[in-house]
């Protein structure tokens, strides 16, 4: 089954933009739920540009760790 995944885009981010990001969690969302483990991705939206916010992944890494 997939392993534990976390996923974190800022909504200004150049790079990747946020439209790729939500397409490929919405695809990792329909995987994971046909394997029954839905609750083991995560995803988060910061305000910022292609950079490490942490709070979310944080508070995810506390949980799953």
């Not at 609750?39 to 988060?44: F, H, I, K, P, V």
Request: net charge positive; glycine share 10%.
């Amino acid at each position: 089954a997939p392993r534990w995944l976390f996923v974190e885009s800022g909504r200004n981010d150049r790079i990747f933009p946020i439209a790729g990001s939500q397409a490929a969690v919405a695809q990792a969302r329909s995987i994971y739920g046909a394997f029954g483990v839905s609750e083991r991705l995560g995803y988060a939206v910061h305000e910022g540009a292609h950079e490490f916010n942490g709070v979310a992944a944080l508070a995810a890494l506390v949980r799953w760790l």
